[in-house]
């Protein structure tokens, strides 16, 4: 294992000397750049964590809606999860800005409220989009996770007297919870590299940055090597953080 890391390190090592020398970034001193650099890493970040946060909210009650929910509630629930699942990310944005952002003006009370400010804006429909798009998968996720959790467990709690609400947040979730964190983590990734399709809706994110430093200075391999490392960045950080969630959270929770 050793040589092999030595042989990495020195491999990204000269990969990193050589894009030093041998390509330009001049155009990283321009103060007009690294605002816009700085900006689109922020409007990543701010859309990534609450597009997740949004959409385990909603893929929360999505799940259990399946796994033990009544049929009025649990065939909308999958009939939602199927669609999300089954259409691309991208056609779900250009509907939802294109489409509804696009109906919004022909409503008076709509223009004359004080949400056409916001309403009139990308970023809301970059939110929704990619939320339910979080929604749709992991209620299918957490679905299987409420079914993996042992039933012996639960009917335990009845029998001492617990309350649903209170078997639900002290046994059934956090042992779901628990069960989803690997996957969760992958889906996390997932969702970050998805973040650049906002782009094609005027949202400045760190891909937005790197096309317009393309299209201003025709230069084009140190953006996106630029790009590269902000992802994998970001990535590593994702990864850390939920393998120290794993260590963390409780598998069983009485």
Same mark, same amino acid.
């Given at each position: 294992?050793?040589?092999?890391? =030595?042989?990495? /390190?020195?491999?990204?090592?000269?990969? *990193?000397?050589?894009? *030093?020398? #041998?390509?330009?970034?001049?155009?990283?001193?321009?103060?007009?750049?690294?605002?816009? /650099?700085?900006?689109?890493?922020?409007?990543?970040?701010?859309?990534? /964590?609450?597009?997740?946060?949004?959409?385990? *909210?909603?893929?929360?009650?999505?799940? %259990?809606?399946? #796994?033990?929910?009544?049929?009025?509630? @649990?065939?909308? @629930?999958?009939?939602?999860?199927?669609?999300?699942?089954?259409?691309?990310?991208?056609?779900?944005?250009?509907? =939802?800005?294109?489409?509804?952002?696009?109906?919004? +003006?022909?409503?008076?009370?709509?223009?004359?409220?004080?949400?056409?400010?916001?309403?009139?804006? $990308?970023?809301?429909?970059?939110?929704?989009?990619?939320?339910?798009?979080? *929604?749709?998968?992991?209620?299918?996720?957490?679905?299987? $996770?409420?079914?993996?959790?042992?039933?012996?467990?639960?009917?335990?709690?009845? @029998?001492?007297?617990?309350?649903?609400?209170? %078997?639900?947040?002290?046994?059934?979730?956090?042992?779901?919870?628990?069960?989803?964190? +690997?996957?969760?983590?992958?889906?996390?990734?997932?969702?970050?590299?998805?973040?650049?399709?906002?782009?094609?809706?005027?949202?400045?994110?760190?891909? $937005?940055?790197?096309?317009?430093?393309?299209?201003?200075?025709?230069?084009?391999?140190? +953006?996106?090597?630029?790009?590269?490392?902000?992802?994998?960045?970001?990535?590593?950080?994702?990864? %850390? =953080?939920?393998?120290?969630?794993?260590?963390?959270?409780?598998?069983?929770? @009485?």
């Amino acid at each position: 294992m050793i040589p092999r890391r =030595l042989v990495m /390190i020195a491999l990204v090592l000269a990969l *990193a000397v050589w894009s *030093a020398y #041998a390509l330009r970034w001049d155009w990283l001193g321009n103060p007009k750049y690294q605002a816009l /650099i700085w900006t689109g890493i922020w409007n990543t970040f701010w859309i990534l /964590i609450v597009t997740m946060v949004i959409g385990m *909210a909603l893929a929360i009650p999505l799940g %259990l809606a399946q #796994a033990v929910g009544p049929w009025y509630l @649990a065939a909308p @629930a999958r009939i939602f999860c199927s669609i999300i699942r089954g259409t691309p990310l991208l056609l779900q944005l250009w509907l =939802l800005y294109y489409g509804i952002g696009t109906f919004f +003006p022909s409503i008076p009370w709509i223009r004359e409220s004080d949400l056409w400010p916001i309403l009139r804006q $990308a970023w809301p429909y970059a939110v929704v989009a990619l939320s339910l798009s979080v *929604a749709g998968y992991e209620g299918e996720v957490m679905r299987g $996770a409420f079914k993996g959790v042992p039933h012996g467990q639960l009917e335990a709690a009845r @029998a001492m007297g617990m309350p649903r609400f209170t %078997l639900f947040r002290r046994i059934w979730l956090p042992q779901a919870l628990h069960r989803v964190l +690997p996957t969760l983590g992958g889906e996390t990734v997932l969702q970050l590299k998805a973040t650049p399709l906002v782009a094609t809706i005027t949202v400045i994110d760190i891909y $937005a940055v790197a096309g317009r430093v393309r299209q201003d200075t025709f230069i084009v391999y140190e +953006p996106l090597l630029l790009l590269a490392v902000v992802y994998m960045s970001i990535t590593g950080l994702i990864v %850390l =953080l939920f393998r120290w969630f794993e260590s963390r959270f409780p598998s069983r929770v @009485a």
